[in-house]
């Protein structure tokens, strides 16, 4: 991506740069979820990366925020809040808050959205940023995210952003019964990105394709402690 700024200021014009994400990034791909193409319209993904990544804050690439996590690229940011299917009533937990980018969108699509994250700078630091954007229905835990959250359970969808084996017992036990949750499963070479949908007494599942996200540490998670 050519680096545009504005004449009179000299900075970088991220508008300009969010607008052409969406086009070519989100819609460009097959993403037609009108709610979610707006969020990411809306959402400024440079003010979720550190201060020296900025300019790259709108490529179709993943970048560091520290503590060896990434910020997931736009296009999966788009393709895991389409797939969760929301129309806007419904109480969404999120495992792994990492920059907070992937929760403000989710924050855009649903009435409430719980987020668990294990690393208390990351969801310090995310937090402040939600709150600066008026994110007013996030509601944040440092905790294991493999765990869930259990008093708040159950949930209308669950979106996990690191990768895990199978998917951990806690999250699909706090899935509300007709309730979405989308999931990276694997290994940490090879992943795949699972939807699954809770029955009366079954779940079923469902490949949207090869992804690749960090692995999930937790008592349920891809590295166990």
Known sequence: MRILSNKKTNFPDFFSF??????????GRGINDPRVI????????????PASLQSQAYRDIALPIGEGQTISQPYMVALMSAAL???????????GTGSGYQTAILSKLAERVYSVER?????????????QLHCHNVLTRLFDGSLGWKEEAPFDAILVTAATDSPPPPLL???K???IMVVPIGSAQTQ?????RRRIKSFIQEELGECQFVAMIGRHGLTKF
């Open 18 to 27: 969010r607008l052409r994400m969406v086009e070519e990034q989100v819609k």
């Open 38 to 49: 707006s969020a990411m319209a809306e959402v400024p993904r440079h003010l979720f990366v």
């Open 85 to 95: 299917e929301l129309k806007g009533k419904e109480r969404v937990l999120e495992i």
């Open 119 to 131: 690393i208390r700078s990351l969801l310090e630091r995310a937090r402040k940023i939600l709150d």
């Open 173 to 175: 036990q706090q899935l």
């Open 177 to 179: 019964e007709g309730g």
């Open 192 to 196: 795949k990105l699972i939807r699954i």
